[in-house]
T-cell receptor, first 111, second 115 residues
C-alpha cells in the first residue's frame, strides 16, 4: 500500500462545476503539499499545509491531521484547470525535506 | 530569479550508453533534490543534497546512478549503462529555509528515452 493515496485517479468535469480531489496518507507528517503538473512535466506548488485550511483564488485546500486526510477543492472549474494534481507529504521520520508523492489525479475540464 | 533549470529537456539514447543531466537550482537555495517520474505515476525520490553534501539516497538509486553537487550550486545526475527501465522524467527541485516546511521549486524535467 502506498503511503499516499489519491482519489479519484481520473476526473472529468464540465466547466463551472465544483471539484474535489482527496488525499489520504498513512504516516506522520510535518507538511502536506498540493502540486499541479501540466503536460510537458513542469510542477508548480499550489499549497503547503500543516493544519487547517488555505485558499488561493478558486482553489481551497484543507487538511485533517487526526484523520490523515486532505482535500483540494476547485470552485467554478475552467478548462485551464485541466492538469494532473498531485498530493505529496513530508514524512516525519525522514531526514531532510524530501517528499513522498501520490500517483496524481488527472483532471479534465470540458467547456 | 530565473527558477530551476534543467538540461537537456529531452534525451534519447541507446541501451548501454551513459547519460548525464544537469540541474541549476535557484541561486540562494541550499537544498537540491532529484526525483524520477514514470508515465502515469507520481514522482519518486532519488537523492538529496544540502549544499555540496549528499545526505540521502533512495534504494531506487542503483550503483549505475551517481549524483554530484561539487560546489553546492548546480548538480549532475549520471546514469551509466542505461537500461530501458530507466526511461522516465527526471525532475530536480530546490528549496531553502526551515526543514519540513520549506517549499520545493521544481525544474521542467529531463525526459529520458532509452531505446
Amino acid at each position: 500500500k502506498n503511503e499516499v493515496e489519491q482519489s479519484p485517479q481520473n476526473l472529468t468535469a464540465q466547466e463551472g462545476e465544483f471539484i474535489t480531489i482527496n488525499c489520504s496518507y498513512s504516516v506522520g507528517i510535518s507538511a502536506l503539499h498540493w502540486l499541479q503538473q501540466h503536460p510537458g512535466g513542469g510542477i508548480v506548488s499550489l499549497f503547503m499545509l500543516s493544519s487547517g485550511k488555505k485558499k488561493h483564488g478558486r482553489l481551497i485546500a484543507t487538511i485533517n491531521i487526526q484523520e490523515k486526510h486532505s482535500s483540494l477543492h476547485i470552485t467554478a472549474s475552467h478548462p485551464r484547470d485541466s492538469a494532473v494534481y498531485i498530493c505529496a507529504v513530508r514524512p516525519l521520520e525522514t531526514s531532510g525535506s524530501r517528499l513522498t508523492f501520490g500517483e496524481g489525479t488527472q483532471l479534465t475540464v470540458n467547456p | 530569479d530565473t527558477g530551476v533549470s534543467q538540461d537537456p529537456r529531452h534525451k534519447i539514447t541507446k541501451r548501454g550508453q551513459n547519460v548525464t543531466f544537469r540541474c541549476d537550482p535557484i541561486s540562494e537555495h541550499n537544498r537540491l533534490y532529484w526525483y524520477r517520474q514514470t508515465l502515469g505515476q507520481g514522482p519518486e525520490f532519488l537523492t538529496y543534497f544540502q549544499n555540496e553534501a549528499q545526505l540521502e539516497k533512495s534504494r531506487l538509486l542503483s550503483d549505475r546512478f551517481s549524483a554530484e553537487r561539487p560546489k553546492g550550486s548546480f548538480s549532475t545526475l549520471e546514469i551509466q549503462r542505461t537500461e530501458q527501465g530507466d526511461s522516465a522524467m527526471y525532475l530536480c527541485a530546490s528549496s531553502s529555509g526551515p526543514f519540513g516546511t520549506d517549499t520545493q521549486y521544481f525544474g521542467p524535467g529531463t525526459r529520458l528515452t532509452v531505446l
